[in-house]
C-alpha cells in the first residue's frame, strides 16, 4: 500500500490517514484527518486503489463501504493546505490528478457495490468520491457542496462528465455554477443521495441496509456491479460481453442452485460466491 507507517488496518500517518477494516461482509475504508476535516491528502487519495483492490480480491467481502471518521464529516474536499507543494509545477500537477483519478476510478470501476456513508461536510473532492460510489447513504444534517468556483480551480472534464451522467446537466450546471451548499433532503430530490435517515436512526438503518445487501449472492453482486460499470460508460465505449460472461457465472454457479433450493425451501439462502 505503501505511504509512511503502514500497517495491516490500512494507510496510517501521523495526522492524515485511511484505515481498513471487513465487518460481516463489508469492507469499511474509514477517511481520517480530524483536525482538516477528513480533507484528503496526496497520500490519502494514493492510498484508496490497493485498499479497494484488496476488497475486491477478498471472497469474504461482499460490499465496500467508505465513510469519514467522526461525526462532523465525511470528507471536506481535497487537503488545499498540500496544494503548494504538490502542485507547484506541471509534473507536480499532473501526479497530484493522477492520484485523485486513481483513486475515484478505483471505486467506480470496483467490480462489487460501493457505497458511501455520509454524516456532515460532503464537499468538493469528497463529493466526487461519494459519487465515485454506487449508493449514498446520508444522515439528516449533512451537507454537499462543489465549491471550485470560490476557489479559483479548474475542475476536470472527465469529472464534470460523470457527475453530469449521474445526475444530468442542469442539476450539475446548478451545482457548479452557484457553488452553493445542499442539505440531505435536496441533495436526495437531485439523486445525490439514494436514502436519507434522521441523526437518531443513521446508524441502524444503515447497518441494516448493509447487511441486508452482504446477504444476498456475491456473484449477482458482481455481475451487476459489472453491468451498472458499463451502463455508465458512453454507449461506443460499452464492453457488453464482459456483463454476458459475469451473468453466465451466476447460472453456472452453486450459489444459484442454493438459491433455488432455499426458496423452495422456504429458507434463507447460504451463499458461498461459487
Given at each position: 500500500m505503501g505511504g509512511r507507517g503502514c500497517d495491516e488496518r490500512?494507510?496510517?500517518?501521523?495526522?492524515?490517514?485511511?484505515?481498513?477494516?471487513?465487518?460481516?461482509?463489508?469492507a469499511r475504508i474509514?477517511?481520517?484527518q480530524p483536525q482538516k476535516i477528513n480533507a484528503m491528502s496526496f497520500d490519502m487519495w494514493s492510498a484508496l486503489p490497493a485498499l479497494v483492490a484488496r476488497a475486491v480480491a477478498d471472497g469474504s467481502v461482499r460490499a465496500i463501504a467508505v465513510e469519514g471518521a467522526g461525526e462532523k464529516a465525511f470528507c471536506s474536499g481535497a487537503d488545499i493546505s498540500q496544494f503548494g507543494e504538490?502542485?507547484?509545477?506541471?509534473?507536480?500537477?499532473?501526479?497530484?490528478?493522477?492520484?485523485?483519478?486513481?483513486?475515484?476510478?478505483?471505486l467506480s470501476d470496483a467490480e462489487k457495490p460501493t457505497l458511501a456513508l455520509i454524516r456532515g461536510i460532503c464537499f468538493g473532492g469528497g463529493l466526487a468520491l461519494a459519487m465515485s460510489?454506487?449508493?449514498?447513504?446520508?444522515?439528516?444534517?449533512?451537507?454537499?457542496?462543489?465549491?471550485?468556483?470560490?476557489?479559483?480551480?479548474?475542475?476536470?472534464?472527465?469529472?464534470?462528465?460523470?457527475?453530469?451522467?449521474?445526475?444530468?446537466l442542469g442539476a450539475a450546471m446548478d451545482i457548479f455554477y452557484s457553488a452553493r451548499q445542499l442539505d440531505a433532503r435536496e441533495a436526495q430530490r437531485l439523486g445525490l443521495a439514494q436514502h436519507v435517515w434522521s441523526e437518531?436512526?443513521?446508524?441502524?438503518?444503515?447497518?441494516?441496509?448493509?447487511?441486508?445487501?452482504?446477504?444476498?449472492?456475491?456473484?449477482?453482486?458482481?455481475?451487476?456491479?459489472?453491468?451498472?460499470?458499463?451502463?455508465?460508460?458512453?454507449?461506443?465505449?460499452?464492453?457488453?460481453?464482459?456483463?454476458?460472461?459475469?451473468?453466465?457465472?451466476?447460472?453456472?454457479?452453486?450459489?444459484?442452485?442454493?438459491?433455488?433450493?432455499?426458496?423452495?425451501e422456504k429458507r434463507a439462502p447460504n451463499f458461498k460466491g461459487r
Open positions: 490500512g494507510l496510517r500517518m501521523s495526522e492524515a490517514r485511511v484505515d481498513y477494516e471487513v465487518r460481516d461482509g463489508v474509514t477517511l481520517s504538490k502542485r507547484s509545477s506541471e509534473g507536480a500537477v499532473a501526479a497530484y490528478e493522477e492520484a485523485v483519478r486513481g483513486g475515484l476510478a478505483a460510489c454506487d449508493l449514498r447513504l446520508v444522515r439528516e444534517g449533512a451537507r454537499f457542496s462543489i465549491p471550485a468556483a470560490k476557489l479559483g480551480l479548474g475542475y476536470a472534464y472527465n469529472n464534470l462528465d460523470f457527475l453530469v451522467r449521474r445526475i444530468g437518531e436512526t443513521f446508524e441502524n438503518e444503515a447497518a441494516a441496509y448493509l447487511a441486508r445487501l452482504a446477504a444476498n449472492a456475491p456473484l449477482t453482486l458482481r455481475a451487476l456491479a459489472v453491468s451498472f460499470r458499463e451502463l455508465a460508460k458512453p454507449e461506443a465505449e460499452r464492453h457488453r460481453a464482459l456483463a454476458d460472461a459475469a451473468v453466465a457465472d451466476c447460472f453456472a454457479s452453486e450459489d444459484y442452485q442454493e438459491g433455488r433450493r432455499a426458496f423452495q
